[in-house]
């Protein structure tokens, strides 16, 4: 039984925990006892990982430059794929995680302006060139996620960049939904949790790479 890899991505406020936890529940409930559904995230799907994101995102004031932010997702990554994606992978797991390369390719290329050759190398030798079978790509205004995310209380070092980071970010994602369609899927966030959550259930159940193996 080969394990599958879906990946939920987004800007701030977008609404991805919670149809994380929405389809994890409705994976479980379709799958045989012997196929766990697995949701994990990124930066701090680790014991390490968890370090690594308070270093990232907890301090507003922190001075961490943008080449180590790079790095430091980068180092997350490379852990969460060795210790955590890959060995359930390997046991057939439907591993569900919220946010992976895209993340980096929106924020850091897009968002901070690294050259994306450059990003692509650091996500190829944390990943080993691991990919998802699918992303749902959750589209919100970024106006919209923001105030969300405000009005959640103290935002982090991330929520609190620039409304023209969080657009090019945006525009980020558009580029690479253009640029993969059949990899990454557009879902309107912009609509209530329920309707989401159905259209995500739909686009699995058509999913045959999904159920046959
Ligand atoms: P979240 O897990 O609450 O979505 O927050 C993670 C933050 O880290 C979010 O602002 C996006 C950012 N991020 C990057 O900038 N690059 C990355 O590679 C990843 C995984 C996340």
Request: hydrophobic residues 35%.
């Amino acid at each position: 039984m080969n394990g599958k890899f879906i990946v939920f991505e987004g800007v701030e406020g977008a609404g991805k925990t919670t149809q994380i936890y929405q389809t994890a529940d409705w994976l479980q409930s379709m799958c045989s006892q012997d196929r766990s559904v697995v949701m994990t995230r990124e930066p701090g799907g680790t014991k390490l990982g968890q370090q690594i994101r308070q270093l990232l995102l907890d301090d507003p004031q922190s001075l961490v430059t943008n080449r180590t932010e790079l790095l430091l997702y980068g180092a997350d990554r490379a852990q969460h794929v060795e210790s955590t994606i890959e060995p359930h992978l390997q046991r057939g797991d439907i591993v569900l995680c919220d946010r992976f390369t895209d993340s980096t390719i929106a924020y850091q290329g897009y968002g901070r302006g690294f050259d994306l050759d450059e990003i692509a190398r650091v996500n190829q030798l944390a990943t080993g060139g691991l990919q998802s079978d699918l992303t749902f790509w959750l589209d919100l205004d970024v106006t919209i996620g923001l105030q969300r995310v405000l009005s959640r209380g103290k935002p982090d070092r991330m929520e609190l960049a620039t409304l023209d980071f969080h657009q090019r970010v945006r525009q980020g994602y558009q580029e690479l939904a253009n640029i993969y369609p059949n990899r990454i899927v557009r879902i309107d966030a912009n609509r209530s949790q329920s309707v989401i959550q159905m259209e995500i259930q739909a686009i699995l159940m058509q999913a045959k790479w999904l159920w046959n193996s």
